[in-house]
Every structure is written in structure tokens, then in C-alpha cells.
């Protein structure tokens, strides 16, 4: 049978085939420590499994509009008004199958063959896939340590050409946890208003802030970068909505009816239940994402110390998401070797750094409990110092 051209030049999710690998083995009772998935380990707060429940008993099972509940879209509208200073309507709103399609639909509206789109390395591992599946090119700029890879002025202005059309802005970032200073965003906006190109901010991460980190949405800096930005999230990270499939993108309505038309030919709507459960999660005390936060503070704060005392590892220290990018270049292993043998000699599950564009780093989560934690630490030192 002949695949085609298109899906043969994409590769597979590490990051969903270590995380499977590990459940294989803990449902044959073997003990991994697994710091692989990029999922929150609490339980959806119950007030927004109530409010999913209660939709339920109304009767909310029915299709919708393939754009999302009005309700919903105009929760959002607010949201982001209120707290990302974006200006936009319940019309400029798009719900999708997860943050995850709202960036996969936007590349199908917007990229062809010969476009190109900017994407700073390491990256979610997805973005370059996407952009391939729409018939594009990545252009990959390599970030460092060093600037706590963060991609400077100059590497995005040497990186434009007349082909491109999108770059790709994660802040707080997967896998870093880095944090782009407003300062910084308003720096990379200007560059982008003068060569006028369109930015996704992926902003999923937003909530997840540690110590002094703001977080500033790069739309909100003026018109000019307003109406060049598609804003993309949802509630799988900030509210440990993961596997409800709920996310959204913000965008100027000629791109949001583009996606619309999209998403009424693949998926439709999402799940009409869980949207009321999105909505009492917009709607209701944010005291839940902060108790989550907290938890996660301390656990980043433990976790970046202890690695960073094991010889031959090194990591910066994450201002927001839950990941450790861990520099793993000094034990002269490659990444996909090193998280084999890690998960096969002390069952302790990391994702390679090669999925995200760095063959010498790895990244953990940190989204698992305290004891957790403190295993697979000593589960770590035990297999570098071996």
C-alpha cells in the first residue's frame, strides 16, 4: 500500500510513545517513575466536573455550532480582554479539539507550498510536523542555554526571507519553561510589524508562572501587531483539563472564518459538555490554578537543585510550564540512547531532547507528585554515576 507523500515525511510523537511505553510497564506492576508527559497530575477541579455533569442532565449532547458554544466564546472574548489585554470579539474566537488543533487548523489555513515558518529550537515537537502536514517549510533556529533559549532579535531578522509567512512564539515554553520577558516580546513585535509577518503565541502555559515571571500576550502591544497575531490556548494545562480536549485560537476574522471552514469539514464541533465545563472553569474562582501552581513551584524548586548536583547534568532554571530541559552533553550519551537505558535500567521514564530539536538535552515533568520526584532523582544520580 502507498502512504502518502505528505505523512511519510512526519514522525511520530515521542513524547505519546515514551508516555505509553512507561503505562505498558506500570500495568504489568513494574515501578517507573515517569516524568515523560506534559500533564498536570491532579484531578479536574470538581466544580467543573459539576458543571459538565449538570450539562449532562440538561440534555447538552446535541451537535453545535462548529465554532464553539456562543457562551464559551464570549467567556473567552472576556478572558482575554481582562486578563491578556486582546481586544477580542466572541466572533474572533474559534473552540477546538484541544490547544493542540488550533495550531494544526491554522497551518492548514494559512501555509502552502513555499512558505516558510520561523520556529526556535528546542520547540514542542508538533510545530514542525504541522507546518510539514500543510505542505511548508521549518526554518529551525537553534536557541542556547546561555540566553536561557530564548531566540534574540537578531537570529529572527537574519531568518526572515521573502518566503515567510508565520512565526512560531511560545511563552511560557514547552520544553523549556522559559519565559520571555515583556520587554523582550515587545523587541521580537517590532521586528515583526516591520517585516510584516504573522506570529502564533501559543500561550498555553500562561497561568504556569514561578518567582517574578510576567507574562505578556505579544498581541496586546499595539494595532499593528494586534491584527498580525493569532493567539492560541486552552484549559488542559491551567486547569488539569487534559483529556477533556478543549482549546481555542483568537484571530482576525478573515483567518477565523478560514478555520471555521476547516474545523466544519474535519471535526465539527467539540464536545458540547465539556465546553460548559470550560466555561465554569472561566467563569468560577481561579483559586484551583493557583493551589496547582504552588505545588508545582515547590517541586520545580526541589527538582532543578537536586538535578543540577549531579555531575554531568546541568539545567537553567524554568520560570513557567512544568519542565526541566536538562543538558545531558557531559555523560557523552545522545538523548534517545540516554532515555532508553534510563527507562529500561531504572525505570524512570524522560522524553529525548531529539524530539524537540536537541539531541543533548532531555526534558522532565515535574506535573508528579513529591515522592515521585525524590525517586527518580536518586534513580537518575544512581544511572549517571554508573
Not at 23 to 36: H, L, N, P, W, Y
Not at 365 to 378: L, R, V, W
Amino acid at each position: 500500500m502507498k502512504l502518502s507523500a505528505r505523512v511519510n515525511q512526519v514522525s511520530p510523537s515521542l513524547t505519546l510513545a515514551i508516555a505509553a511505553k512507561a503505562k505498558a510497564m506500570q500495568a504489568k506492576g513494574i515501578d517507573v517513575c515517569s516524568f515523560s508527559a506534559g500533564e498536570p497530575d491532579f484531578p479536574t477541579p470538581k466544580h467543573i466536573c459539576e458543571a459538565a455533569k449538570t450539562a449532562l442532565d440538561e440534555g447538552k449532547t446535541r451537535y453545535g455550532a462548529a465554532v464553539g458554544e456562543l457562551r464559551l466564546r464570549e467567556a473567552i472574548a472576556n478572558k482575554l480582554k481582562k486578563d491578556n489585554n486582546l481586544n477580542y470579539e466572541a466572533d474572533n474566537i474559534i473552540v477546538t479539539n484541544g490547544g493542540k488543533f488550533s495550531l494544526f487548523n491554522l497551518m492548514q489555513v494559512l501555509i502552502e507550498p513555499g512558505d516558510e515558518v520561523i520556529i526556535p529550537a528546542p520547540y514542542w515537537l508538533s510545530y514542525p510536523e504541522m507546518v510539514k502536514l500543510a505542505g511548508g517549510t521549518p526554518v529551525i533556529v537553534e536557541t542556547s542555554a546561555e540566553n536561557d533559549y530564548k531566540i534574540t532579535i537578531e537570529q529572527l531578522e537574519q531568518a526572515i526571507t521573502p518566503n515567510t509567512k508565520l512565526f512560531v512564539f511560545n511563552s511560557p515554553s514547552n520544553p523549556t519553561g522559559t519565559v520571555y520577558a515583556p520587554n523582550e516580546v515587545k523587541a521580537l513585535a517590532k521586528i515583526i510589524v516591520e517585516r510584516d509577518i504573522l506570529v502564533v503565541s501559543d500561550e498555553i502555559y500562561e497561568k504556569i508562572l514561578y518567582d517574578d515571571a510576567q507574562h505578556l500576550s505579544i498581541g496586546s502591544i499595539d494595532e499593528e501587531i494586534f491584527k498580525r497575531t493569532i493567539t492560541s490556548s486552552g484549559f488542559a494545562k491551567s486547569h488539569s483539563m487534559t483529556g477533556w480536549r478543549v482549546g481555542y485560537a483568537a484571530a482576525p476574522m478573515e483567518i477565523l472564518k478560514a478555520m471555521a471552514k476547516i474545523q466544519g469539514h474535519s471535526t465539527s464541533n467539540v464536545c458540547t459538555f465539556a465546553q460548559y465545563g470550560a466555561i465554569a472553569a472561566l467563569e468560577s474562582s481561579q483559586e484551583c490554578v493557583q493551589e496547582m501552581v504552588q505545588a508545582f513551584a515547590q517541586r520545580r524548586s526541589y527538582m532543578h537543585a537536586a538535578v543540577n548536583t549531579i555531575s554531568g547534568l546541568s539545567c537553567p532554571k524554568p520560570y513557567g510550564a512544568f519542565y526541566l530541559f536538562v543538558d545531558i552533553s557531559k555523560t557523552g550519551k545522545k538523548s534517545l540512547d540516554f532515555c532508553n537505558q534510563l527507562l529500561e535500567t531504572k525505570q524512570m521514564a524522560a522524553i529525548p531532547g531529539v524530539a524537540f530539536g536537541m539531541d543533548d538535552c532531555i526534558r522532565f515533568s515535574y506535573a508528579t507528585d513529591m515522592d515521585t520526584i525524590k525517586e527518580g532523582i536518586k534513580r537518575l544520580t544512581e544511572f549517571v554515576d554508573s
